[in-house]
């Protein structure tokens, strides 16, 4: 069974300092997904990787993909107040479409 | 090009009562999943279905069910309904070629 654990699970950040979030994964998979959700809302899509040493961006997050060390970052620059939410990474089976989510990380962004 | 649509948007049920939740893909999208999330908790995958059949399955009893349509909806069926199906159910669409899931708004059950 494919496992997938976040860490951390809550981060509180600074406005305007730089974070990581991290993903780990027990078994080969060649889609991961992170997804953003906000309070009482669905998942809303961040990033697709689909293969090792992918790296997307978009505004002030950054996911990368190490298919080798099964891990996934996303990066976040200059935090916002707008980014407070909570961050899941998902992956995928080999071949299929079911996701395993992990356990999410709630972001909160203090001035 | 509306998204993944789901009704109802809420609902509040009676313990041992069924409730059958529903779910229009994204255009062009051939694949229905399911999710369950339960507060402060990652979505768990429920079933999937393509072709109208169920495809792959996760660990669920069988008074979760479901159905696809010709058109590529989908049904959640659940029955006997227990305390702890109190959820936000999530449909997810995908076209089978691609790569990108996409997530509907969701239906929240509250078991009573």
Redesign the interface.
Same mark, same amino acid.
């Given at each position: 069974e494919l496992k997938v654990e976040q860490n951390p699970l809550f981060l509180s950040m600074q406005e305007g300092k730089n974070y990581t979030i991290y993903c780990n994964y027990s078994t080969t998979s060649d889609r991961l997904y992170w997804y953003r959700q906000d309070p009482g809302k669905s998942l809303e899509s961040l990033f697709v990787l689909l293969s090792n040493g992918a790296v997307k961006q978009e505004g002030r997050l950054m996911a990368s993909l190490d298919t080798k060390a099964r891990l996934s970052t996303l990066h976040i620059t200059a935090a916002v107040h707008d980014l407070s939410a909570t961050y899941f990474c998902a992956v995928a089976g080999s071949n299929d479409y079911k996701l395993s989510f992990g356990a999410g990380t709630t972001v909160t962004v203090r001035a | 090009d509306a998204g993944v649509t789901q009704s109802p948007t809420h609902l509040i049920k009676t313990r041992g009562q069924q409730v059958t939740l529903r779910c229009s893909p994204k255009s062009g999208h051939d694949?229905v999943?399911w *999710?369950q999330q339960a507060l402060g908790? @990652?979505?768990? $995958?429920i079933f999937?279905y393509y072709e109208e059949e169920e495809r792959?399955r @996760?660990n669920f009893p069988d008074r979760f069910s479901g159905h696809q349509f010709p058109n590529y909806s989908s049904e959640l069926n659940v029955n006997a309904l227990l305390l702890g199906d109190s959820a936000l159910y %999530?449909c997810?669409s %995908?076209y089978?070629s691609g790569?990108?899931? *996409? $997530? @509907?708004? @969701?239906s929240w059950l509250t078991v009573v």
């Open positions: - | 694949t999943s *999710y908790q @990652g979505p768990q $995958f999937q792959q @996760g %999530l997810a %995908l089978r790569n990108t899931i *996409y $997530f @509907g708004e @969701g």
